[in-house]
T-cell receptor
Framework: GENVEQHPSTLSVQEGDSAVIKCTYSDSASNYFPWYKQELGKGPQLIIDIRSNVGEKKDQRIAVTLNKTAKHFSLHITETQPEDSAVYFCAAPVASDYKLSFGAGTTVTVRA | NAGVMQNPRHLVRRRGQEARLRCSPMKGHSHVYWYRQLPEEGLKFMVYLQKENIIDESGMPKERFSAEFPKEGPSILRIQQVVRGDSAAYFC?????????????????FGSGTRLTVV
């Protein structure tokens, strides 16, 4: 099965509202959890990451939380704007410190 | 400082032809990773290379696919005798560090990808 599961697959929010995307992982040895944003026709861009020694990290309107016991981590986007519309991927290392397993992605649409 | 450069951006091949995808890592990076993204799916690891050395090709299909990263020039992902199922976006990423230091600690820098369409 998949090493990283991501939910929901699609998310539509009103501009100004918050968006939350959740991921679970299976490899308890994973210690690094990045989030990527992919706009149409472009490559994934790292937007925020978190390491296993912290439970939360924030960067302006974006935050990530990590629960190592439950093996899940979440992306929170506050005060969403139309430019936040994109596909978001979570990822975690699998069986190495260089190979990432990606979630299936969440298509976020921010309605004006 | 240019990022990871991939070319071509779009590639159309007929079934049975060969596809060559090129990736030039960021300046100073000597480690290259190839990932494949099928429509509506996340990225799947294919291969990890250093200069003149394949480190991990566990994600590569056993047949028709090969990769190299020569001493000089870009990394090449080669797909022989392409089939419709090879249609996907192929992304390259690079990093500067030896994996013993935990390369993912630095995060990947991805290129813009090559979108292969097999007709």
């Amino acid at each position: 099965g998949e090493n990283v599961e991501q939910h929901p697959s699609t998310l539509s929010v009103q501009e100004g509202d918050s968006a939350v995307i959740k991921c679970t992982y299976s490899d308890s040895a994973s210690n690094y959890f990045p989030w990527y944003k992919q706009e149409l026709g472009k490559g994934p861009q790292l937007i925020i990451d978190i390491r296993s020694n912290v439970g939360e990290k924030k960067d302006q309107r974006i935050a990530v939380t990590l629960n190592k016991t439950a093996k899940h981590f979440s992306l929170h986007i506050t005060e969403t704007q139309p430019e936040d519309s994109a596909v978001y991927f979570c990822a975690a290392p699998v069986a190495s410190d260089y190979k990432l397993s990606f979630g299936a992605g969440t298509t976020v649409t921010v309605r004006a | 400082n240019a990022g990871v450069m991939q070319n071509p951006r779009h590639l159309v091949r007929r079934r049975g032809q060969e596809a060559r995808l090129r990736c030039s890592p960021m300046k100073g990076h000597s480690h290259v990773y190839w990932y494949r993204q099928l429509p509506e799916e996340g990225l799947k690891f294919m291969v990890y290379l250093q200069k003149e050395n394949i480190i991990d090709e566990s994600g590569m299909p056993k047949e028709r696919f090969s990769a190299e990263f020569p001493k000089e020039g870009p990394s090449i992902l080669r797909i022989q005798q392409v089939v419709r199922g090879d249609s996907a976006a192929y992304f390259c990423a690079s990093s500067p560090q030896d994996p013993g230091q935990g390369v993912v600690t630095y995060g990947y820098t991805f290129g813009s990808g090559t979108r292969l369409t097999v007709v």
